[in-house]
């Protein structure tokens, strides 16, 4: 795990060597271990390495392949050790032990296609010089960054926002981008970003940049397919596979020459992954695997007492920490300048406290539960496409089912299926809520967005796609990114790995909400594994903030908000959001956020 980048001048112009240098340095926290720098021509590439796997100076970058190609890398490709057995029987030796050369090879032989064949989370730019041009990548669903800017006349890539900035790029707010956050709470979901003249690759896209003329094309290679063999197998059938590719997704992510352990909320998607990789862990090792808790000061929404039964069941190293209102405060700087852009909730502080315990228990690889809810149907807002899938003689039923084993009431049930399944009624709702911003600003808001997701929940695998490509599951990976490599952690996702998430995609619909209970297959999958007090939970929490005693002052928060200048640009008098704890933390948040970055308006 890594920090890159890079930059092209175009016109023939010299690259220069202290913008680089730069833009590396921006980045030492990515790649405590180790630094590089490659020149030629108007070409800059440079490297900041985390040494994961073959931690010898062979397999330091840039990485050269002869006289043809030279890459940066950021990321794990995690079946390099069969990818490379393959290689060598198409002719192809290697110097190190490593995932990094294989890719090199894997370009040699396959050329942009390589992608297509690794399984794993990446970021890279291949200068080959053979073609003049660079090619650059980034995995099926963005584990790992890449941004970038033609900003001045100039391309610039980086794993990190900051990298760009610390290159001479402006910092003005993009205000389309930002209307989003506030009035739908929506972000990431395409390839812009709060700032003005910063992109980003979208997951799933090839790169192609000419060095000649400085050309720049796109193209999407991947598309999650559903396999409908898998759609018609048995619930023991599904299950069985479901578990075996699992297994073998977690055993991926435990290939390492450095301690693994993983992230523990006590719900059921870490408390899967614990369990597997605690098993697998001993096939190798006699030490216990180390487990990471964050516990709440609140205890309405502290899963810790679930945890400590999957410590005790599979005889974990368990390291807990429970971050305090102070803590809370004194970490508030630094956790938005990690970010880099606003973040929906506080919830993102409960992460960077996990990252930060593991930095201090000498943990630098983590796995981590992010994909299990959009892949399986876990967040209780699904409940309105379950209840749309069944027959209409059944929905009632489906209702009061739901209701018994979520926790929530069927009136709430019935008003969450209203709102999400009618575009115009959301809009609507959100645009009341924040009827103090200007119509002008507010009209921003990307309507055909809204419309495609609430459209989406007329089939459960369409709202997948869109949770997982587009509306949620980009923004948690880049939170958790950002914290991870704040503190040098390499967090792997194992629900992530491609294979497994087209399982669960191509599973059999009635497999993933049964009975009313969501993720069902993963429930009846590991039965035997977790304890029932685990596995067929009811509540779902998950690393949730205590908002309520983190953001009791509010009377400080709208002081800071009402000192914005963006946000009185876009807004007419600012009501008291102390009740409204969501739009409150938002609207602070952008504040701060202008404030720590320097934001500009234009």
């Not at 059944?394 to 709430?412: D, Q």
């Not at 923004?475 to 958790?480: I, P, T």
Request: hydrophobic letters at 40%.
């Amino acid at each position: 795990m890594c920090g890159i980048a890079g930059i092209v001048r175009k016109y023939g112009e010299v690259a220069e060597r202290p913008m680089i240098e730069a833009m590396t340095s921006a980045v030492a926290h990515r790649g405590p271990d180790g630094s590089g720098i490659f020149i030629d021509k108007n070409l800059a590439l440079g490297h900041r390495r985390l040494s994961i796997i073959d931690l010898s100076e062979n397999s330091a970058q840039p990485m050269f392949f002869g006289d043809k190609y030279v890459i940066v890398f950021n990321g794990e490709i995690y079946n390099y050790v069969e990818l490379r057995n393959e290689l060598k029987i198409l002719g192809y030796t290697f110097k190190t032990t490593g995932d990094t050369e294989v890719i090199l090879a894997a370009y040699d032989f396959w050329k942009e296609n390589c992608v297509t064949h690794f399984n794993g989370m990446w970021a890279f730019c291949i200068y080959d010089k053979t073609a003049d041009k660079l090619f650059c990548s980034r995995d099926r669903f963005g584990v790992k960054p890449f941004y970038y800017s033609t900003y001045d006349g100039f391309f610039k890539f980086g794993s990190e926002i900051r990298q760009l900035f610390s290159a001479g790029l402006p910092r003005i707010v993009n205000k389309k981008v930002l209307s989003d956050y506030l009035v739908l709470g929506l972000e990431e979901y395409n390839e812009e970003t709060f700032f003005q003249h910063i992109l980003k690759l979208n997951p799933g896209h090839n790169m192609f940049v000419d060095l000649k003329s400085g050309a720049i094309s796109i193209a999407k290679y991947y598309t999650i397919k559903i396999d409908s063999a898998i759609s018609s197998l048995s619930l023991e059938d599904a299950s069985d596979l479901y578990l075996k590719e699992l297994t073998r997704s977690v055993s991926y992510r435990l290939r390492s020459d450095v301690k693994v352990g993983t992230c523990l909320s006590g719900g059921l998607d870490s408390s899967a992954v614990a369990a597997l990789a605690s098993e697998l862990y001993h096939q190798n090792s006699t030490g216990r695997f180390t487990a990471i808790t964050a516990a709440s000061v609140d205890p309405t929404n502290d899963e810790k007492h679930f945890a400590a039964q999957v410590v005790k069941q599979f005889d974990l190293s368990w390291a807990t920490t429970t971050p305090t209102k102070d803590d809370f405060i004194n970490s508030m700087d630094e956790v938005i300048l990690t970010q880099e852009e606003p973040f929906g909730s506080p919830s993102i502080f409960m992460q960077y406290f996990v990252m930060q315990k593991a930095q201090e228990a000498g943990c630098p690889v983590l796995l981590d539960g992010q994909g299990g809810d959009e892949s399986l149907i876990g967040y209780q807002r699904y409940y309105p496409s379950y209840i749309n899938s069944l027959p209409i003689s059944e929905r009632l039923g489906g209702i009061f089912k739901s209701s018994a084993n979520s926790g929530l009431t069927a009136v709430h049930l019935m008003k969450s299926y209203l709102y999400f399944t009618n575009a115009e009624v959301r809009i609507r709702r959100q645009l009341n809520r924040t009827n103090f911003l200007n119509s002008s600003f507010s009209s921003l808001i990307n309507r055909d967005l809204v419309r495609s997701m609430a459209e989406s929940y007329k089939d459960i695998r369409e709202l997948q796609k869109i949770e997982i490509t587009a509306t949620q599951l980009p923004h948690l990976l880049k939170y958790e990114d950002k914290n991870s490599m704040h503190f040098s952690i390499e967090t792997r996702l194992p629900f992530l790995d491609y294979r497994l998430l087209e399982t669960s995609l191509s599973l059999n619909n009635h497999f993933k909400v049964r009975d009313g209970f969501t993720k069902y297959i993963l429930r009846h999958a590991t039965k035997h594994i977790l304890p029932s007090s685990i596995g067929w939970r009811k509540n779902k929490i998950g690393f949730e903030a205590p908002s309520a005693v983190w953001l009791s002052d509010s009377e400080a928060m709208m002081k800071t908000i009402r000192s914005s200048s963006i946000l009185n640009s876009i807004s007419g008098k600012i009501p008291d959001l102390s009740n409204d704890r969501i739009l409150l933390w938002k609207m602070y948040n952008v504040a701060k956020w202008e404030e720590l970055f320097d934001v500009r308006e234009n």
